[in-house]
């Protein structure tokens, strides 16, 4: 079974920047499908990026020019630069990782942003 582990989440000003980082246990050949959802209160989990196998990315309209998704496949880890944060980023943010025809979710780590 793999297993995803977020970490990277914390308290920030608005304009101020986070990265988040998302470690794979287990043997991760490929990463067929990867991404960050969040999760605000109150609200519905949301696509924030998206990135496939061959590299293509995505993002949510409301953090396009300022998130920025990164993978590091010898490592086993999906990353997320998150510069320029606004009060409305204030959220639970997930790790999803498809693999070995298989849907893997993290359990999510805390971003605050706030004066």
């Known amino acids: 079974q793999v297993q995803l582990v977020e970490s990277g989440g914390g308290l920030v000003q608005p304009g101020g920047s986070l990265r988040l980082s998302c470690t794979a246990s287990?043997?991760?050949?490929?990463?067929?499908?990867s991404g960050w959802y969040r999760q605000a209160p109150g609200k519905e989990r949301e696509l924030v990026a998206r990135m496939t196998a061959v590299g293509i990315t995505n993002y949510a309209d409301s953090v396009k020019g300022r998130f920025t998704m990164s993978r590091e496949n010898a490592k086993n880890t999906v990353g997320l630069q998150m510069n320029n944060l606004k009060p409305e980023d204030t959220a639970v943010y997930y790790c999803?990782?498809?693999?070995?025809?298989?849907?893997?979710w993290g359990k999510g780590t805390l971003v605050t942003v706030s004066s």
């Open positions: 287990g043997t991760i050949l490929d990463f067929a499908l």
């Open positions: 999803n990782v498809v693999t070995g025809g298989r849907n893997y």
